[in-house]
């Protein structure tokens, strides 16, 4: 195996230590070969013991203040002895199985659970009506998955009677494959390459062809964003500021929005004061936030190279972080309670904002973003998804390239990124009126009756309260 210079200095392949970094300790190098991208595929067949073992250390390596003595490392640690602590809780079957399920998103269960419930329905009914007789999907052979996949999207009806949309179609498809997957049938009747499900695959892209040319699911409702001027009616009209509590938890969780890209209720119900650090520096206030497991970062065997959201964010002004720093120090944090979102109480005597010790509930948390535009009078479609559409909204206007709004919103592909992103009220209007035809300015002058070259004292009663209007 060929090493190039990118990894120059790590190994020397025939055995020999490089004795030139014989100042950096096994330990690491062996971080630094897991950071560097563009060794791994290089060294990917080399494990850490197999690097151990190419390590052959001389009488001066044994000298050095920097050698590593695994021998006595495994002594400290309790060598061959009983370890007395160390192994306390012993898994079974049911904590493994709680453990798959706790890093499981809610909704991916649902759609398993509900595609799977659509097909069972359809099954039924068609049994019941023909007189065919359908295995269970987990006992369908190869050939009979094709077959009774192919008539399934065609039939398959929502309870209302009406066709699902043809995104929709394509969502019972992965839904049947994951249940198919969970429990051991490993047949991908989606993968392109797999030849045994031709019928089927062409069957659901005509099905999918013929919804959309009916006009089924051609459109579909999104939460918008909160335009500039609908921000500023929400501090002109206190629900965002600091005057309550409400308008206090309303300000957080709309910035927690948009600065950071937090998502709707899955993100900010197990969000914790700790993820967040307020400070000063030499550009000014910030606020630094370290994210956790989200819908697009699980931290599992897959993202071992992709890191948890950290951002920190520099304040123009000391609005928005002093109502941040005034919360924090409201807020009780205790070993029981860490959580972020408190609920508001009623202010006191003195018209001190306060906070109850208790977290807020999921069912209000779903409807803040709602309920301030509704109760500010903004007209439009607004949800907890408005917040982070927001974030990408207000980069992308003010001209942030698409790799930097990814790291403030955390998605991982510029395609998902790009459906948060909507253009200004003015970038819209530039282009309907760079489509519409050129009007050529009128220059047909209308002459007064009566006067001829108006003499200058003349002209002083000729434009009283006039409106002048200008074709641009």
């Not at 992709?306 to 972080?321: L, M, N, P």
């Not at 202010?347 to 904002?353: A, D, H, R, S």
């Not at 790009?418 to 002058?445: C, F, G, H, Q, T």
Request: one cysteine or more; aromatic letters at 10%.
């Amino acid at each position: 195996m060929e090493v190039d210079d990118t990894c120059e200095g790590f190994f020397d392949l025939g055995g020999l230590w490089d004795t030139t970094i014989d100042d950096i300790t096994l330990s690491q190098a062996s971080e630094q070969i897991e950071k560097e991208i563009e060794c791994e595929n290089l060294l990917e067949n080399i494990t850490l013991s197999q690097a151990i073992d190419l390590y052959n250390p001389g009488p001066a390596d044994k000298e050095s203040d920097y050698f590593v003595d695994f021998d006595l490392l495994a002594k400290k640690e309790g060598g061959s002895s009983m370890p007395v602590g160390r192994y306390e809780h012993f898994v079974n079957d049911k904590d493994l199985k709680d453990l798959l399920n706790s890093t499981e998103n809610k909704n991916t269960r649902k759609n398993t659970n509900w595609s799977v419930t659509t097909f069972n329905d359809w099954r039924s009914a068609r049994m019941m009506m023909t007189g065919d007789q359908i295995p269970d999907i987990l006992a369908f052979s190869a050939e009979e998955l094709n077959f009774w996949l192919s008539r399934f999207v065609v039939e398959t009806r929502r309870k209302d009677g009406k066709a699902y949309p043809p995104k929709t179609l394509y969502m019972l498809c992965t839904g049947l494959l994951r249940h198919l997957r969970e429990n051991g049938v490993h047949f991908n009747f989606l993968d392109e390459k797999n030849s045994q499900f031709y019928e089927f695959r062409k069957t659901l892209s005509a099905r999918m062809a013929e919804l959309t040319a009916q006009g089924v699911g051609t459109s579909t409702r999104q939460a918008e964003p909160i335009s500039e001027e609908a921000e500023n009616i929400l501090w002109e009209k206190g629900l965002l500021g600091n005057s309550t509590g409400e308008s206090m938890l309303n300000t957080l969780f709309f910035y927690n929005c948009k600065l950071f890209g937090l998502r709707a209720v899955d993100e900010h119900k197990t969000l914790s004061v700790d993820q967040f650090e307020l400070g000063q520096d030499q550009k000014g206030k910030f606020i630094n936030f370290t994210g956790r497991a989200n819908k697009t970062y699980k931290g599992g065997l897959y993202q071992r190279h992709v890191s948890a959201k950290s951002i920190r964010h520099h304040f123009q002004g000391e609005k928005v972080f002093n109502i941040y720093k005034e919360y924090f120090d409201l807020v009780v944090v205790n070993s029981e309670n860490n959580r972020f979102y408190r609920r508001p109480l009623a202010n006191g005597e003195n018209n001190e904002v306060r906070f109850s010790v208790q977290p807020i509930g999921v069912n209000k948390l779903s409807t803040i973003m709602k309920n301030m535009c509704d109760k500010a009078g903004i007209p439009g479609f607004f949800s907890n998804h408005s917040g982070k559409r927001t974030c990408a909204t207000a980069l992308y206007q003010a001209g942030v390239p698409e790799q930097e709004i990814m790291e403030r919103t955390g998605h991982r592909s510029i395609e998902s990124v790009r459906k948060y992103k909507r253009p200004s009220e003015e970038m819209l209007r530039d282009i309907s009126n760079a489509l519409e035809p050129n009007e050529p300015v009128s220059k047909k002058a209308k002459i007064l009756d009566g006067i001829e070259n108006p003499k200058c004292g003349d002209c002083k009663n000729m434009f009283n309260n006039c409106k002048v209007y200008f074709n641009l």
